[in-house]
């Protein structure tokens, strides 16, 4: 009795959500293009970090070597991104990893994966609009923050800010204003901000190649101290020391700066997922959302290339400023005029990457109210605008009250938790799906497949009938681990992968906590090559077994490897991060179990279908056999317009 209710109970946290891919139907107005997307990816992902991130890396990580610390970065962040464009392609519907999720994994994890997307999208745009409202207040002398001071200070230390952020809230809710308008206009705004924070990272680049002086990447560490003790100037400012200059050269801190620099530089990186959320606002989506993931993320390695390139040529590297390097290399070159097109960049690289945390944040909590995991309030469409109306009022009302209230520094740290989780889940979701059957996977892989539409509907249900029944030759022998005798995926190679990945997930954990505690301690380095060694050998398992041949616009190469790769970078870098931000990770949950639990679990759309006298089998969409709904999408797409971009 009990064994049964804990295996009922199973079910409901891992029952996985039927997608009906059918591009034609959207309860939001289908009004943007590829290039919206580029922009949109492009402004969330190259915020203000570009103008403050390459100083603070180059000057105490990686030295000039800062572009071999973005190159290590934007290859760890194209992993995760290859796997967001294949579900962008597979399933292009609103949600993001949270979709994905459930249609994989199950219920639990989707609804832990879009409760942690909430909480990283709202203090992403708190602690953006505060940046904002900081960097403009310091452009006019900082009248603001003084008013603020002397008129409503806050004696809460360790809790609150020191004073309530009226500008900041001002940004958000105009923001929020404009989200509300209209996805067309949003994106328009998004636009042009986007291409003027191009245009004055393009100066930047071009200015500081002119200006600069390739000796500042080989510089000597002697003849700099030398001539700093035989200066008769005062350049104590600068505390230039032995431990600030590392070995000189190109890589002054050495192979271990480099990949601390690139552990940090992965951050900047974050941003392009909210491309996902618009699977039902974008006009060819299977093609759209991989590229402009892709496209999106290798825009943002050369301008994050040749800034830092730019600015350890114009300046030496351990005299960089922390917080703001490129008006401060302007200066050093003597062109001070420069900090104001820097100033006017910053301004629109903080805007486009307000609205790309914004944007995505009532897409996801939309997704969720529909599917009956979170209040189905927050699920209203606006009939004008067919945009998430009251999500995105209720998203704008809560950063604003975030951002006016708290002090969000040391909250930043769950942003990582939240995006890495998701991208976690993501690259698993990608390795269990291509090699399950195609009966188990086909509701959301009909959408994309190009196989023949004229295929009898009798013949392709006798065939996924026969690949439904367990083949004589299916048990679970070396020869079938090592060598499937099956050519396309089966019901055991379905279940082999699934196990595999579990176990992936586990040792990569204690690989990532073993690593961080244990550094290179003897044992720690002992049980880390176990460790690697047995994931190798899973690795080749999965990697011996039978993929499915579906063919979709746009598909994740060198499987399994890169998706393995990928869970072992976000699990280290998640493992990174301190106690207390865990602490307060662990805060949220509960918040977010409680409202799973005493509602989600009982209210969820597959709940209600499940009880339902008219329950529609997970072979089975809207009624009718898949074979048939494929059918008539496949006519659909050949008679669709083109995507104008």
Known sequence: ????????????????????????????????????????????????????????????????????????????????????????????????????????????????????????????????????????????????????????????????????????????????????????ESALVNKVFTCINILVLLFVVISGFVKGNLKNWNLNPEEILNATNNSSLNVSDLLISEESLGAGGFMPFGISGVLSGAATCFYAFVGFDCIATT?????????????????????????????????????????????????????????????????????????????????????VIWAM?????????????????????????????????????????????????????????????????????????????MANTQDDPEIPETESLTEGNIDMIPQPEDCITIKNLLNPSNTEPSSLSGFVVNVCTSILGVLVFVFSVVAVQGGLAPWSVAVLSVIMVVCLIITFIVWRQPQSKAKLAFKVPLLPFLPVTSLFINVYLMMQLDRGTWMRFSIWMILGFIIYFSYGIRNSAEAVLTRSDTYTPACMIKGEPMTTERKSFLDNAQNAPEDDD
Not at 91 to 100: D, E, F, I, M
Not at 400 to 406: D, E, I, P, R, S
Not at 420 to 437: F, G, H
């Open 1 to 184: 009795m009990i064994l049964a209710t804990l295996k009922g109970i199973g079910k409901q946290l891992l029952r996985v959500k039927v997608v009906d891919c059918n591009t034609e139907n959207s309860h939001f107005s289908r009004c943007l293009n590829t290039f919206d997307l580029v922009a949109l990816g492009v402004g969330s992902t190259l915020g203000a970090g570009v103008y403050v991130l390459a100083g603070a890396v180059a000057r105490d990580s990686s030295g000039p070597a800062i572009i071999l610390s973005f190159l290590i970065a934007a290859l760890a962040s194209v992993l995760a991104g290859l796997c967001y464009a294949e579900f962008g392609a597979r399933v292009p519907r609103t949600g993001s990893a949270y979709l994905y999720s459930y249609v994989t994994v199950g219920e639990l994890w989707a609804f832990i994966t879009g409760w942690n997307l909430i909480l990283s999208y709202i203090i992403g745009t708190s602690s953006v609009a505060r940046a904002w409202s900081a960097t403009f207040d310091e452009l006019i002398g900082r009248h603001i923050e003084e008013f603020c001071r002397r008129h409503m200070t806050m004696n809460a230390p360790g809790f609150l800010a020191e004073y309530p952020d009226i500008f900041a809230v001002f940004i958000i809710l105009t923001l929020t204003g404009l989200l509300a308008f209209g996805v067309k």
């Open 279 to 363: 699977g039902e606002e974008v006009k060819n989506p299977q093609r759209a959302i991989p590229i402009g993931i892709v496209a999106s993320l290798l825009i943002c390695f050369v301008a994050y290339f040749g800034v830092s390139a730019a600015l350890t040529v114009m300046m030496p590297y351990y005299m960089l400023d922390k917080n703001s390097p490129l008006p401060v290399a302007f200066k050093y070159v003597g062109w001070e005029g420069a900090t104001y097109a820097v100033a006017i960049g910053s301004l629109c690289a903080l805007s486009t990457s307000l609205l790309g945390s914004m944007f995505p944040m009532p897409r």
């Open 369 to 445: 109210a529909e599917d009956g995991l979170l209040f189905k309030c927050l699920a209203q469409i606006s009939p004008r605008t067919k945009s998430p109306l009251t999500a995105t009022i209720m998203s704008g009302v809560v950063a604003a009250v975030m951002a006016f209230l708290f002090d969000l520094k040391d909250l930043v740290d769950l942003m990582s938790i939240g995006t890495l989780l998701a991208y976690t889940l993501v690259a698993a979701c990608v390795l269990v799906l291509r090699y399950q059957p195609e009966q188990t996977s086909g509701a959301y892989e």
